[in-house]
């Protein structure tokens, strides 16, 4: 009976496809195989997920798989599993979750190791009577041969360069046999060319001993298989994390170590290098494609143990896994935007069930979601409520920026006291950090006489005036636009256009003006767009070459400024308005995590907080660093609501071109979905989503809550395969959304 193969191609129909195995390619194909099978008129790539004996199609009609891709299978079976999962549980299809497991620099056509010519020296090289022989008539290709065997091997053009010669000469010594020239692999090292510092394990506090040792016992019996590891900023978190590494790697585990930001990336590498070495592979989108492949087969391979990187690197192909780290797992970059919109903080702990290893997830603002299962029990907890050596949390001050604006007349960008702050750290030669999550010059232009505000034509939002291209940017969509020399409202045509709000631009400009003798740096993303950019901006930070570092949140947590005494936070209740139920939440924990910034070295640290709401409970809470009491009473109203983490929540969003469209299919939607969903759900809508127009398409949504997800993705599943989407209408499930926008 010949072999079937069933493999997942990668365009979107959301099923498997039988193929027959040719005898040519038997002893070949594997489970994660790539292979090119015929498809409809033409052929695709896909991978085999799975072998059988039999199909479910008469096997006359079933094709021939034409080729395999590479030598070795890329999807280990255990990836696959967890890609079934990531499909069944987000909705999504399961071709769409293998192409997410899987980067595309390793499965794209034409992938592959970057290839140099290689000089080995042959025995010949080593006879001393022929090489002396060679010195009297050839000397330069003598000098070649001395170069050579000084290094044992070198690059065809670095060994003629160092011997002062030209390649030509290399290949008259190989056609006299002294040499052989041959194709070898580069590996294309994203951290090349830096110098770290070996590191030895630093002794721990009792508090970070005892959270070492439950992360120990969960590594070594699973018992509890996922520990909370919840310690203020500053606590020496990341020096548990090397230590449960150490032990996992002395059991011989690997690891994977996930950042929320990649301008972690770099400050987390030098830290874990330091300690581990050349063990360690990075895995984020801000390395080339090169780098990135590399990178991956160095771990599919085995010759990297360790993987440290953003959401993606979760699914690295590590062997015999005893270890992953989610830190600041609260973060909601974990969340992927588009199909599977998985959260990498979820999918890691599935990903440790299925492969029996241990989870830690470490924070010093802990989602409701992970807090509440830490304290039911489903998750260990171990706490770390002080800094190291006992270094006192920063003193926070709130300024109302109500009062400032009477006191001057005016709205300025910052209050007094902030500047007499930030004027004693230059005098000091210490160093301040300035945050402020909305970057550009201002938010938006404004005409004083008739009220005309400079919107997108494609989004419900007003456009953002960029100064140094001198543009009006729409964050969303991304259009560009020259500003206008007069009001385009056609009645009134008034030249005196105002900015109205500032950014991470404006802010960098008036510091410029204030603080003229001041090195400035901003950080954000019209500014790291380079290659590099983090580190070089972040390593100028910490040599002290910078005095004020202005930036977005990308500059908010997880980063170790010892000479940092001074924080900044402007506009602190931007986040607080949005309308999301998680807008208190994450105020709170963004003003935790920036405040966290200061005082991390010998000087106390202090954190001043402009608000015009300051006495919002989220900053009150923020003020005194005080989780507990801000998780009892944004319990009470999630609670009282049904709202995460008492409930699952399900956003249903349609979007279209044609408004009257989206609207009408969406209530045809729901009208379809009702009789299918248990008594247990609540629904609501389709009502406009807060974000109501997107590069050009009008947005709908139904929410969906109930106590489990498959209560609403069963019946969601069921309506999806049979509900016909008018032309133009599309629809995108996202399952424990957070963020209704």
């Known amino acids: 009976m010949p072999r079937i193969a069933r493999v997942i191609v990668e365009i979107a129909v959301d099923r498997e496809f039988d193929y027959l195995i040719p005898e040519r390619l038997e002893a070949d194909l594997k489970v994660g195989s790539q292979v090119v099978v015929p498809f409809g008129r033409s052929e695709a790539r896909g991978y085999i997920v799975s072998l059988a004996d039999k199909s479910d199609v008469d096997i006359s009609r079933l094709k021939e798989i034409r080729d395999r891709v590479g030598k070795k299978a890329l999807v280990e079976q255990n990836i696959l ?11 999504a299809p399961v071709e769409a979750a293998v192409r997410t497991v899987l980067p595309s620099a ?3 056509k034409g992938a592959g190791f970057k290839e140099r010519l290689m000089v080995f020296p042959t025995d010949a090289a080593t006879n001393e009577l022929a090489v002396e022989e060679l010195r009297k008539h050839a000397p330069k290709q003598a000098a070649v041969l001395d170069v050579l065997l000084g290094g044992k091997e070198m690059f065809l053009h670095h060994l003629a360069k160092n011997a002062g010669t030209t390649t030509g000469t290399i290949r008259t010594l190989e056609e006299k046999g002294f040499v052989q020239i041959g194709r070898s692999a580069v590996r ?3 951290m090349a060319n830096q110098t770290i510092l070996k590191t030895q394990p630093l002794e721990l506090m ?7 040792k439950m992360v120990r016992e969960s590594i070594d019996t699973l018992k509890p298989s996922v520990v909370l590891l919840y310690g203020v900023t500053g606590s020496g978190k990341t020096e548990v994390y090397l230590q449960a590494i150490q032990c996992a790697m002395d059991k011989g585990k690997g690891a994977i170590v996930l950042v929320p930001e990649i301008s ?11 300690r581990f070495g050349d063990c360690i592979a990075v895995l984020h989108s801000s390395l080339g494609e090169g780098e990135r492949h590399d990178e991956w087969h160095r771990v599919h391979e085995g010759k990297a143990q360790i993987v440290i990187g953003a959401r993606s690197a979760l699914f690295a192909p590590v062997k015999n896994l005893g270890l992953i780290v989610v830190d600041e797992e609260h973060e909601p970059s974990y969340k992927q935007e588009e199909a599977p919109r998985y959260n990498a903080r979820d999918v890691a702990v599935m990903r440790g069930h299925m492969e029996k290893c241990s989870v830690v997830l470490g924070t010093a603002t802990p989602a409701l979601e992970s807090y509440c299962n830490a304290l039911s029990g489903k998750y260990g907890l171990a706490r770390l409520p002080h800094r190291v050596d006992h270094r006192k949390m920063p003193v ?30 230059i005098d000091r030669s210490e160093q301040t950090m300035l945050f402020l999550n909305r970057r550009g010059y201002a938010t938006s232009l404004i005409c004083p006489k008739c009220g005309f505000v400079a919107q997108c034509d494609m989004c419900s939002v007003a456009m953002t005036y960029h100064r140094q291209t001198d543009e009006l940017v729409c964050h969303i969509c991304g259009v560009r636009r020259k500003v206008p020399k007069q009001c385009p409202n056609k009645d009134c045509r008034d030249p005196a256009f105002r900015f109205a709000g500032f950014g991470t631009q404006r802010v960098e400009a008036v510091l410029a003006k204030v603080f003229p003798k001041a090195h400035i740096q901003r950080m954000d993303s019209d500014t790291t767009t380079q290659k590099d950019s983090h580190r070089r901006i972040l390593g100028d930070f910490r040599t002290g070459k910078i005095d004020i570092l202005v930036g977005t949140q990308m500059i908010a947590k997880g980063l170790h ?17 949005m309308p999301d139920f998680r807008a208190a939440e994450r105020t709170f924990q963004l003003l935790t995590q920036v405040a966290g910034r200061a005082g991390r070295g010998d000087v106390k640290g202090e954190v001043i907080v402009q608000t015009y709401t300051p006495f919002h409970p989220a900053i009150q809470a923020a003020r005194r660093l005080d989780y507990e009491g801000f998780v009892d009473q944004e319990i009470e109203f999630r609670r009282e609501l049904s709202y995460p983490p008492y409930a699952h929540l399900v956003c249903v969003t349609m979007k279209g071109l044609v408004e009257e469209k989206v609207s009408f299919s969406g209530e045809a939607f729901v009208k379809a979905l009702q009789p299918e969903l248990p008594k247990a759900v609540v629904l609501a809508g389709p009502a406009p989503a807060p974000l109501a127009r997107a590069k050009g398409h009008y947005r709908y949504q139904v929410i969906l809550r109930a106590p489990t997800t498959k209560l609403v993705t069963a019946p969601l599943k069921k309506v999806m395969k049979i509900f016909k989407w008018p032309d133009g209408v599309s629809c995108a499930i996202d399952v424990d959304a957070v963020s209704l926008m």
């Open 81 to 91: 599993d967890l890609a079934r999962w990531i499909a069944d549980y987000y909705c």
């Open 106 to 108: 390793v499965r794209k």
């Open 188 to 190: 294309r090292d994203p």
């Open 206 to 212: 009792p508090q970070q001993a005892d959270a070492l």
């Open 264 to 274: 972690l990336t770099p400050q987390t590498l030098e830290r874990f290098r330091g």
């Open 396 to 425: 926070m001050h709130v300024v109302d920026m109500r009062v400032e604006a009477e006191r001057e007349g005016h709205v300025n960008v910052f209050s007094r006291e902030l500047i007499h702050a930030v004027q004693q750290r």
């Open 561 to 577: 400024f010892p000479n940092v005494t001074l924080v900044g936070v402007l506009l602190a209740d931007m986040s607080l308005h």
